[in-house]
């Protein structure tokens, strides 16, 4: 009689959090050739509050862009973006939300700031490697300038994350 609550739910926090991405991606602070953005802040908090399925809006956020709706940051969009510079961070997106998911489906605090710090650790992986190969860089280069600037915001915005997260079970 009333549909299918759990899946509206899905559609529902799907579209929030492919929202809240992008918006993220407009809060940029520019460094070249890797912008500091929120996005993370919200992948990882799709991770937290829709687990596993966190993966859906994440996956549909890089796909949209990709189709070139400007989602991405400071409102690029298209293909392109995916082989320039930012690409393999944007597809380390991916791999985070699912691992942080994953990481709070379960109760220990332990596991979840695990999750967390390995979701971040994918995304710097993908994005260096793409970064290496993308501009011809060497790896300690890459990791120099696509790693090293971001460690403290991006330690920053995992706990913020996980208090959040917190807040709103």
Known sequence: MYGDERRSRIIAESAGFIALIAAGSWVSI?????????????????GAVMKRRAVVPVGLY????????????????????????TGGFILGFIAAGLVVGIAYEHQSDRIRIAGLAAASLLIYLFGVLWLALSTGMGIAAAIVIGMVPFLPGDAFKAAAVFYVARRLQ
């Open 30 to 46: 520019p460094f070249f050739p890797v912008p500091l953005t929120l996005q993370t802040f919200f992948v990882l908090l799709a």
């Open 62 to 85: 890089v796909l949209l862009g990709a189709l070139g709706l400007p989602l991405f940051h400071n409102g690029t969009a298209g293909i392109g973006v995916l082989f320039g510079p």
